[in-house]
Each structure stands twice: as structure tokens, then as C-alpha cells.
């Protein structure tokens, strides 16, 4: 048994370290046409409730013209209509232009709209096509010496289904985490009369109210064809990981998170561990050229993710929280030794602080990215793959709150810690910060982000090991302490009253 154990946890510890030389094959198109039909998948290749978006047809515009012209084909023909990127990351059905059927609906993919990113040095400032991808933002304005204050974790996003979508980073200060209070204007195309062609372009402004309603709008409004984000003077970060005991988080997240710019907190329950991110810029003379890649977001094996996925379906079906333990102990260790994917000069960790531009430190994702010629490893979650296949839940609390909410959690976990081993091998619980916005559907007030991810069923009627333990978590966030949901993530449990939330009028 102990050498079964030692060896599961080896394989996982593979899992994460393999991908130092490791490149993926690039994910799949979400979209898949036959002669009939077209099907929209996410790139988990299941949606929240299993089933199928079907689409009579998909259009791949190039241009702000061949935007409006989709979106006035779809007008003129009274057709359900909605727009995907080529990533298609979000797990409820936000591009789904209808869950009754695919007759009358049409599907706008801006896979192929990624053509232009305008830098304006002067008033630091950079427009972009919708379907452009986050990193290509990102390079482009480094290029340039300037630097993007926000992004998100995973750069797996195009620039208008992240502001959609209300995606975020981690800070409470200047205009915060969250990208869509970046954005400065923004185009969108509206359904018109049959004289305006039906279908019109709207420039929406910085000083204009529709800017608060439109910048994230879950694609409801309109299609927004491009994007204008703030930018700042090029900048570089500090980061250190502080991996330590848990015994006083409840009282240390609100000063981490005034202290650190970018700083967020990562906690291990079921180690009664928590790692403290140390993250605040630094000026660009400082030395250094590091890189953030995240393990999670790191190539993979094709054979190991598939072999860890069949380690994880064999504890679900015999009930080893103990197997679950030895990932989650086999895991964390090995975070710690490379520095959870920090890279001092941009291949190895060799120790702390690690120091790098804006756009190498801010966000991750490089299992995106490889020659077409590799066919041997991918994400981890790669459908066609069979690997990872795991919930997320996203919860956003009011930062007052959030200290009871920790303790509850406590109280729970010292029932029998090890229960909580299941979310701890994948990356516990993550807590971010997230600055009080103007947007109508983006946080009133200072708040609190906590994100965790467990193992899913194949099968949606099998229940799942500690299942009990995570749903009492999800519920005494949304339920007891009146957490929102992240708006592309969760189970639909999260979304029930979401209306009664309150925001800005």
C-alpha cells in the first residue's frame, strides 16, 4: 500500500513537473460543423448542464463591417444570435443563442477578428479588434513600453469576452482587478432599423453612462466589435511566495491586500497551510526577467493527465480519501519547490523574490501554445484527452464577510481535515481582491474573490467522493453570507436569486 501510495503521488508530481520541456497541441476549435448542424463546446467539452448547444450556422466575420452585416442578417432574419471567441473558456452557457433548439439561431465566432491593436503612446491608451487574444494585447502594448495594469489569471481570453464576463485579476488598488474597469470605450453593434441597414455601429465613450452598462454585459446588449483599455508607463513585479500556517487568515486578508498591489492568498485547509503572494511592482531599472507560468496552466502529458484522471476516477470509486491526501500533500510540496511556476530568467526557479516585466508576470497560460508537429501533450483539461474534468466555483463576497466565511470553513475542516483533500490537490482555495466598480453588473463594493475546483463525474447521476462537504461550502457562501457568482464560472446552484443582489442604479 505505502509504495502504491508513493507511486500515485510521483505520477502526479509528473504531471506538474513534466511540462518543463513540454509543449501542448493547441486547443480544439470550439465550434464543429457538420452538413446539418453546427455544436458550440467549451473548452472543457461540457457545459453545465451536459447537454449540447446546437446552431444552425456560424459566420466567421474579419472585419467591424462583416460584423454588423452578421449581426443585421441575424436582425433581418429574426434569428437568435450570439458571439463566441476562439477560446469559448466559460461554463455556463453564455454563447449558447438558445437552449430550445437550433432552427432559428446563428452563431458569430470572432476567431477570425483579430487583426488590430492600436497603441496611442501620447494618452496611453490601446484599441483592439474583439477577437483579439489577451496575450497579443499584452505583448504588443510591452512592445511599446507600456503595460497593462490588469488581466486575469489564465490569458486563454479574447479582450471583449473578458470584459464581458467581468474577468479579473487581483488588486484593491488604483482601478482594481478587474479588467473592465480598464476599459476607457468601447464599439458595439446594436440591432437597427431597416433604414440604419439593421444593424448599426455605437461608440460608447468614457464619459458615457451606456459605458457602465455595456463593458459587461454577457453579451446581451450587443456585440462589441473593439475595445479600448487604459494603459500605464511600462512597470516591472516582485513576487514571493510565503508558504506558512493558516491559523490567522481570517484576520490577515484585509491588510494583505492593502500591503500588496497584486497580492492574493492561496489556502490549503486540509494542510492548514496558506500561501501569501507578496506581489507589488517595482520600478523597470530593477533587475530581473522572470516569467509567471503557472503549473496549472502548463503542458502536460498526454499519458500522465490521462493516468492521474484514472488515479482520481479509482479514489472516487473506493472511497480513498487517503489517495486524494497523497495528491494533495504530493502537490503542494512541489509548488513549493519551483515557486509554483515563477521563473527567475524565464526556464528555472532559483529562489525569491522573482522579478520580471508586467506582461511576463501577470497572467499565464503557455499549455496554449505549441508547434501543430507535437501531438504528446496538451492542457491538462483537454477534452479529446479524457484528462482533467473538474468544477469550478467562484465565489464574490463583500470584504466585511469574508472573515466569517473563513472560519466557518474552519470549523468544518477540523471536523476531519481531510475531506477538503479533494480541492486541495487541485489548488485549494484561491482568494483574490477585487476594487468596488461602476459597472452595473460588477461589484458595489470592495470585495473578495474565492475560487476552488474539484473532481467531476463522468457521469452527471454519480455522486462524488466528499461531495457533501464541497456543496456545504457552496452553500454557506452563496446562501449565509450572500456571495455573487462569478459571472462564467459555477454550477447553477450559484446563479439561483442572483437577481436580488443589489447593484448600482
Known sequence: MYYFR?????????????????????PPDPVQCNQ????????????????????????????????RSAV?????????????????????????????????????STAKYDSSIEIDSVNLAVTADAGVALRDVIDKVE??????????????????GMISTGAHGSSWWGKGGAVHDHVIGLSMIVPGNESEGYAKVKQIGAQDQLLNAAKVSLGILGVISKVKLSLERGFKRSITYNFTNDSSIENNFMEHGKKYEFGDITWYPSKHTAVYRYDSRVPMETPGHGINDFLGFQSNEIL???????????????????????????????????????????QIFTGYPVVGRQGKMQTSGSCLYSPKTRIDASCAWDPRIKGLFFYESTAIFTATKFGDFIK????????????????????????????????????????????????????????????????????????????????AKNRNLAFLKVQSHPRPP
Open 143 to 160: 512592445e511599446a513600453g507600456l503595460s497593462l495594469a490588469a488581466a486575469p489569471y489564465w490569458e486563454g481570453v479574447s479582450v471583449a
Open 72 to 108: 443585421a442578417h441575424a436582425n433581418k432574419n429574426k434569428l437568435k444570435v450570439k458571439v463566441v471567441s476562439k477560446f469559448s473558456h466559460t461554463i455556463p452557457k453564455l454563447a449558447c443563442p438558445s437552449s430550445l433548439g437550433h432552427h432559428d439561431s446563428l452563431l458569430i
Open 408 to 487: 466557518d470553513v474552519k470549523k468544518l475542516r477540523d471536523l476531519k481535515p481531510e475531506n477538503f483533500c479533494g480541492i486541495d490537490h487541485y489548488n485549494g482555495f484561491l482568494i483574490r481582491y477585487i476594487k468596488a466598480s461602476k459597472a452595473y453588473l460588477g461589484q458595489s463594493e470592495d470585495s473578495i474573490v474565492v475560487d476552488f475546483n474539484y473532481y467531476r463525474a463522468d457521469e452527471a447521476s454519480t455522486p462524488r467522493l466528499n461531495q457533501d462537504v464541497m456543496e456545504e461550502v457552496e452553500q454557506m457562501a452563496f446562501f449565509k453570507y450572500g456571495a455573487r457568482p462569478h459571472w
Open 6 to 26: 508513493w507511486l500515485l503521488g510521483f505520477l502526479h508530481l509528473l504531471v506538474w513537473g513534466s511540462i518543463i520541456l513540454v509543449h501542448a497541441i493547441p
Open 304 to 346: 500522465i493527465s490521462k493516468s492521474v484522471r484514472a488515479s482520481e476516477k479509482l479514489f472516487e470509486s473506493t472511497k480513498s480519501v487517503n489517495g486524494e491526501c497523497t495528491l494533495a500533500d504530493t502537490t503542494l510540496w512541489y509548488k513549493k519547490q519551483i515557486g509554483n511556476g515563477l521563473k527567475n530568467n524565464g
Open 36 to 67: 446539418t448542424i453546427c455544436t458550440l463546446s467549451n473548452s472543457y467539452g461540457a457545459w453545465g448542464d451536459r447537454k449540447d448547444c446546437s446552431v444552425k450556422s456560424v459566420v466567421y466575420p474579419t472585419t467591424e463591417e462583416e460584423l
